[in-house]
């Protein structure tokens, strides 16, 4: 008779060191900070549940999530908008991120998620930043800037200027939602948002903060914004702008020497399906590192899993 042969091996995946970091960083409070202990903040409390979403086994954290948004619910305020902290009053570029948060999980706790996320959208779909608004775009007219007054994104502050990481922000939360939960300004936005960052491109093919293409003006590619921008274009991947920018990142996405540009290059990069030049290894990468943070881990996370296109396809169910 043959043995009968006994597995040892666990039934679910272990945690990658950045997802078991993610796993000890919650706060009591159910959000997290932006470093082990400290206070509980809407950005790395939203990438966290986004990490979590893709983790292996992902129905086992799923207690850890619904208090962690419970927490958002907590911070987002009357207008539907979030700030950057529980307690702050006015709402801002963090909004987009929550609204990611709360559009991964919309299925799996719809009495949680549901509402919170209607009210982040329609706040993001009526938020416009200062050179939408008809005075701006009179001083753009008049001074010959008009490409200014066209070609619109989001800002990191309501009534301040458009940047590329806070579009980019708004419009992967938009791409994550399904697109019946949408708000009706919503393709009007998207299709601006994408217009803004393929307008404000720099020569070379990567992304800087944002700086209008204005003549005499020196604008150097950074690689976050680079990064960002590709991932909120991810949908388009095909125009020769996007191939431009990815041979930009991965020429330069061992430059960085902080973790969270690394992280999010390499995430960049593999929801492309593309490596940097030289070889990353994510674990390695992030157990080396002197002083984690929460969105680099998350970030890691989520490349790790190969799980960014999940998250970032335009028009779901």
């Known amino acids: 008779m043959a043995k009968l042969q006994v597995s040892l091996k666990p039934s679910y995946e272990a945690p990658s060191p950045a997802l078991s970091f993610l796993l000890a960083a919650q706060n009591a409070d159910g959000g997290w900070g932006y470093l082990v202990g400290a206070r509980s903040a809407v950005e790395p409390s939203s990438w966290a549940l986004v990490a979590l979403s893709f983790a292996p086994d992902a129905d086992k954290w799923l207690p850890m999530a619904e208090r962690g948004l419970h927490w958002l619910r907590k911070a987002q305020l009357p207008d539907g ?10 709402g801002c570029w963090a909004t987009s991120l929550a ?98 960052l393929l307008e404000r491109q720099c020569p070379g093919g990567g992304w800087d903060t944002g700086n209008p293409p204005c003549p005499g003006t020196v604008r150097t590619a950074q690689v976050e914004p680079t990064a960002w921008a590709l991932l909120a274009l991810l949908h388009d991947s095909n125009r020769d702008e996007i191939h431009q920018g990815l041979q930009w990142l991965a020429s330069r996405a061992s430059e960085p020497t902080g973790l969270a540009a690394k992280a999010v290059a390499e995430l960049c990069l593999r929801a492309y399906g593309r490596r940097s030049e030289q070889d990353f290894d994510v674990p390695a990468t992030f157990e080396s590192s002197p002083l984690p943070n929460v969105q680099a881990a998350s970030w890691l996370a989520l490349a790790e899993r190969g799980s960014w296109r999940g998250f970032a396809a335009r028009g779901g169910k």
Not at 81 to 90: D, E, I, K, N, V
Not at 181 to 190: D, I, M, V
């Open 81 to 90: 908008s979030w700030p950057s902290f529980l307690g702050q009053t006015r």
């Open 99 to 196: 609204c990611g948060a709360c559009s991964v999980y919309s299925r799996l706790l719809p009495e949680t998620c549901q509402e919170p996320l209607a009210g982040g959208l329609n706040w993001l779909c009526l938020s416009v930043p200062a050179e939408a608004l008809w005075k701006s775009r009179v001083q753009f007219w008049l001074h010959g800037r008009h490409h200014q007054a066209r070609q619109y994104g989001w800002s990191w502050t309501p009534n301040t200027s458009s940047w590329v990481e806070p579009t980019a922000y708004a419009l992967l939360a938009l791409q994550a939602t399904p697109a019946k939960r949408l708000p009706k300004q919503a393709t009007n936005r998207l299709a601006c948002g994408d217009a803004f």
